[in-house]
């Protein structure tokens, strides 16, 4: 399995742009789909986006798109969450997550490695 860490989280201003990484160890993460969920407080844990294997087919949840980009480089281990216009309801603890397959995976279930997450906190 892959462990995960995330980076990047901060207290922005609405409209204001962030970028998430997800540094990822070992040697197999090219095997894996990766993707970042969230959770604000009182919420339950929402999909946000995935990436496939080689970068080639992103996903999106219909709050972000057009807004998030999720990307990823294999040769440095590492998914990245480009996050613009963010909005006050963006709040949330951000977490990285990796699979073998897309079966179930914006359900978050069965996931073989999750982060422990990095704060975004968004003012109005």
């Known amino acids: 399995q892959v462990q995960l860490v995330e980076s990047g989280g901060g207290l922005v201003q609405a409209g204001d742009s962030l970028r998430l990484s997800c540094a990822a160890s070992g040697r197999t993460f090219s095997n894996y789909i990766m993707g970042w969920f969230r959770q604000a407080p009182g919420k339950e844990r929402e999909f946000v986006a995935a990436?496939?294997?080689?970068?080639?087919?992103?996903y999106y949840a219909d709050s972000v798109k057009g807004r998030f980009t999720i990307s990823r480089d294999n040769a440095k281990n590492t998914v990245y969450l480009q996050m613009n216009s963010l909005k006050p309801e963006d709040t949330a603890v951000y977490y990285c997550?990796?699979?073998?397959?897309?079966?179930?995976?914006?359900?978050?279930?069965?996931?073989?490695?999750w982060g422990k997450g990095t704060l975004v906190t968004v003012s109005s």
């Open positions: 997550a990796a699979k073998l397959s897309f079966t179930d995976f914006r359900a978050g279930r069965g996931m073989n490695s």
């Open positions: 990436v496939s294997w080689n970068g080639g087919s992103t």
